[in-house]
């Protein structure tokens, strides 16, 4: 059922591996050189066994993306001006107070080897006492071409802006796709950041569908906000071998709409033009199953995101997984119901009635 989340690798996916053979380990705080910062991204990640590809973990060096391209000298300068990067950087990524690390490198069988280069966009970031959490930025289906980080500062707090660069057959007006994004510690992830604030009429109903095969087969999560009624969710499963759908209902918990909300309407991907919208993310031809997302607003203005699963930007994926989170802690309610449902038959069939 969680396929987007399976395919992007659930948005920043933590990266487990255990350490390789490099003696003392270095800590954040030590790293002052390339060197240094290569050695710990191998110490967290590399294992003989069960990960020996980070023995071939390689920094960027900002200009690997010339290969990939045929671009005109004059476009080579341009982009090079437009994409400034780093190798690596400290900084306070969650405004914690403590150093967090964000590494950019690829893995491929050698230095330079761009036929098997796989991109990532590393942040080890801090969490209480003195632990990390690893995430890795790049999507699995995004992570071929390459991509690198900048940081710019708002405020007073520290950004990071993203610099993915397409694929040859998805290139558009623009080669690469910028985002700036921030952390956020309610929903645990990176989200976009847009200093435009948020749409200004509320949401009337949510539908999001993901299609599972290409015989029909589906799951669904409708929203109606404006019900009176005690349920105001449908969770929708159809499979291509059933005639009628299993529809179960539940009831939109609060507190997580309010957080909802802001996140829809300050999103980048809605909210943005007048009239109905929709945006295709990725290739419209391609094999990829899409996933729908369609937002309306009490003024009556429709969005709607058909993705078939490379365009997305940080705070659209983040929306697709507090959906799937959605469908399965109802399903996972349903089930301990039921559960406990079977266990009070059995008591009752213990005692002979």
Known sequence: MKRYLYKTGILLM???????????????????????????????????????????????????????????????????????????????????????????????KRPGDWATATFKILVYLS?????????????????????????????????????????????????????????????????????????????????????????GSYH???????TTKKTNMEIVVKRSTEKEPDINRARLAKDLWVHMDTLIRSSYAMGRVKGDTTIVHHDINSEQLPIYLTVIYKDGHKETIQDYGNGANYSVITIYACMENIIQNVFDQLQRRQELINGMLDGVGSFGY
């Open 14 to 108: 933590a990266l487990f591996g255990a350490a390789g053979s490099y003696g003392q380990k270095l800590t954040i705080d030590q790293i002052n050189s390339d060197s240094a910062a290569l050695r710990y991204v191998k110490e967290m990640n590399y294992d003989v066994k069960s990960a020996p590809q980070w023995k071939f973990f390689y920094l960027t060096s900002g200009d690997e993306w010339q290969s990939y391209y045929n671009f005109s000298n004059s476009e080579i300068d341009k982009y090079s001006q437009q994409t400034q990067s780093k190798r690596w950087l400290k900084t306070d990524l969650n405004s914690d107070g403590k150093t967090d690390l964000v590494v950019s490198g690829y893995i491929a």
């Open 127 to 215: 969490q209480s006492g003195k632990s990390y959490t690893a995430f890795n930025l790049l999507a699995s289906g995004s992570d071929h071409a390459p991509a690198y980080f900048n940081e710019i500062q708002v405020a007073g707090k520290h950004y990071l802006q993203l610099h993915r660069w397409q694929s040859q057959d998805e290139l558009n007006h623009q080669p690469y796709q910028s985002d700036t994004i921030r952390y956020s510690s309610y929903w645990g992830s990176f989200l976009n950041f847009f200093q435009k604030g948020i749409r200004h009429s509320e949401i009337s109903s949510i539908s999001y569908k993901v299609l599972e095969d290409f015989d």
């Open 220 to 226: 669904a999560l409708n929203i109606d906000l404006e």
